[in-house]
């Protein structure tokens, strides 16, 4: 009889029970042998050596970490989206990758995740992680500079000059969007808590909107808006787009539209070009990264069911 070799991995099995629900436990490390032969073939994908993990904080909330694309059950699942590792074994007929190398990126949503010792992703969601840039911040730069990127360029489409109102300037998020859109030539209004105002100065906001105290509509007219809160304040916001101007948001579907101009959701998706640009401009210094915490996968349950709040981005610390 075949013995799988273990690893240890954060698992959820139960939806009701959120972050509290999460378990530190043993499960099957991926069969490489299996994966590289022609019979256990699924094309394009690679073993992970897991070095650094990020979570988002509403994953448990998202249909896809409890159920697969045909809609199956797939608990126990592991959670954890953003992943930064060396590749141990290449399944078969994949290319672009080789054993060794050091990779960051997104895995898929509906797969097991990256809060474990190693991963299963698909190449083509991965890029190659220059060997001066830490794992942790490789981890911690996958999401959230992709999202940013995608917003501020792919979707809202925005040029030099323009300016560009940024929800939660000071998070995991709006921080890397602050500072791509200004890279980019554009005039930036961020928004966040007054305990926030300093820090997204520091990212580079040249108008800072305090949700609690200012008025958010005597911002004026801009010609993008990046939303990650939604709700009321992502309602509010449509009032504020300019003609021909976009409401871009990741907060789901928005509740009210630009009189003249166009609203769209979306969800970030692994792009391989875009990691690397995203890298480069770590290595030269232009992007800074915003990690609140980094924790072990030992005390991972712990450090997302902190009773303070954390600012920026936690990031497990899986291999040392």
Known sequence: MEILEKMKAIVVTDEAAGMSGMKLVERPKPDAARLASLSGASYGDVVVQVHASGFTWDELTWPSTWTDRIGRDRTPSIPGHEVAGVVTALSYGTTGLSVGQRVFGLTDWTRDGSLAEY?????????????????????????????????????????????????????????????????????????????????????????????????????????????VFGGDIGKRSASLVRAGGMLVTIAGPPEARPANGLAVDFVVVSDRAQLSEIAQRVRDGRLRTNIGQIATLDDAVAAFNATERIKGKTVIRVRE
């Open 119 to 227: 991963v299963v992703v698909e190449a083509r969601n991965l890029a190659p992680l220059p060997s001066d840039v830490d794992f942790t911040v490789g981890a911690g730069v996958a999401m959230t500079g992709l999202t940013a990127w995608q917003g501020l360029f792919e979707h809202g489409h925005l040029r030099a000059g323009q300016s560009v109102l940024v929800h939660g300037a000071a998070g995991a998020v709006g921080s890397m969007a602050v500072q791509l859109a200004r890279q980019a030539g554009a005039y930036v209004i961020g928004t966040g808590r007054a305990a926030h105002r300093q820090m997204a100065f520091d990212f580079g906001v040249q108008e800072f909107v305090d949700l609690e105290n200012d008025s958010l509509e005597d911002v004026g007219g801009v010609d993008l808006v990046f939303d």
